[in-house]
């Protein structure tokens, strides 16, 4: 073990001209002594080397959201009236994670995180032109030296920066929208139900139970051994062949899946969607969003959506987040029923 000691420069020069420390009284600045060991001071040298190396790992702090703020309407969309047939367009988005909310009564809601990171209308589709009515939309950020110049001619085109995923939306002809027009996360009203189409994550080679949701072959009381998780028959004795198509042992994902998901908060800030439940995919995988179809639709009724899309209005603050509103009842507020009956 080793002592270092460490003076300040007046104490220094004053030794080289040979004054006594302790018998001067002009010298203001005492002599600083420290005595650091031989393990202290290697601990520091590493940790100011892991310090200099998570640089680059360390995220920037969140930025301050406003409460509310003041949306423009560049391209002079009007709002228009839907009707029966009427169809909006999706958007695309990126799956950031998972995360917990709380409620306004305490309930934790398990939510997705989804960004719609620099979404712009790349191409609108017409019937007259093209023969099908639909918009093309444009997601992320692709750096030009990566896409080819027909690509980037069309992003000139419709006056938007180099995209990293591009999509096809089918719309009614009262919903079409003109190209270069951002979508936001206010396309969305919290508490609506939308679908949500991905592809699952890769699984591996799994077997029928858990590829299929096959039940088993049961417990050892039926007299059989080490069958318990086995496929079981995979077919008859006339035909003596396994038929094309059986539900089988073999590799598991990514197959293309649809799930029904409720917008629990959307922020328009940052263009962040808080779907409630699990998303397929992983994370930074692209999904679609869409209204919901179908019987699932049947539950939007009551919500009125913005056709085409949200259009502001000006000089009105619209509010930075908004979140479901809450269930009028106390979920926690259970009836009051004794243990036991008396009479029992």
């Known amino acids: 073990m080793w002592r270092r000691a460490l003076a300040s420069p007046q104490a220094l020069h004053s030794l080289a001209a ?32 892991l310090g200099h190396l998570l640089e680059g790992r360390r995220r920037p702090p969140v930025p301050e959201i406003p409460d509310k703020e003041l949306v423009s309407n560049e391209f002079n969309i009007r709002p228009c009236k839907p009707v029966l047939g009427s169809k909006r ?39 007259q032109k093209h023969g099908y009515e639909a918009l093309q939309l444009g997601l992320g950020y692709r750096s030009i030296h990566r896409q080819n110049r027909t690509e980037l001619g069309h992003y000139i085109k419709a006056g938007v920066g180099p995209k990293h995923h591009v999509g096809e939306f089918r719309v009614s002809s009262d919903c079409l929208l003109p190209a270069g027009l951002p979508l ?14 991905g592809w699952s994550k890769a699984k591996g080679y799994q077997g029928a139970m858990k590829r299929w949701g096959f039940s088993g072959g049961g417990s050892d009381k039926h007299g059989h051994k080490k069958s318990h998780r086995s ?28 799930v029904n998901a409720k917008v629990f908060r959307t922020e328009s800030a940052r263009n962040l969607i808080f779907l409630k439940g699990a998303l397929p995919g992983y994370k930074g995988s692209i999904v679609k969003i869409s209204d919901a179809r179908g019987k699932t639709a049947l539950k939007n009724l009551h919500i009125r959506l913005p056709h085409p899309t949200f259009v502001a209005m000006p000089d009105l603050e619209y509010p930075v987040t908004i979140q479901e509103p809450p269930q009028q009842k106390d979920p926690f507020l259970y009836p009051e029923q004794p243990l036991y009956q008396p009479n029992d």
């Open 18 to 49: 040979g004054v006594n420390l302790r018998s001067s009284t002009a010298l203001q600045a005492p002599l600083l002594c420290v005595a650091e060991s031989r393990r202290g001071f290697y601990a520091s040298k590493w940790q100011k080397r």
């Open 184 to 197: 936001t996360a206010r396309h969305f009203v919290p508490g609506q139900w939308v679908f949500v189409s």
């Open 89 to 127: 367009t999706g958007v695309l988005a990126y799956k950031i994670g998972c995360m917990s909310l709380w409620d306004e009564w305490g309930v934790k809601h398990m939510v997705t995180v989804c960004q719609l990171d620099r979404l712009h209308v790349v191409q609108t589709m017409t019937l």
């Open 231 to 258: 496929q079981g028959s995979m077919g008859q004795r006339g035909a003596a062949k396994v038929w094309v198509g059986k539900k089988s042992a073999g590799h598991m994902g990514p197959d293309p899946r649809c």
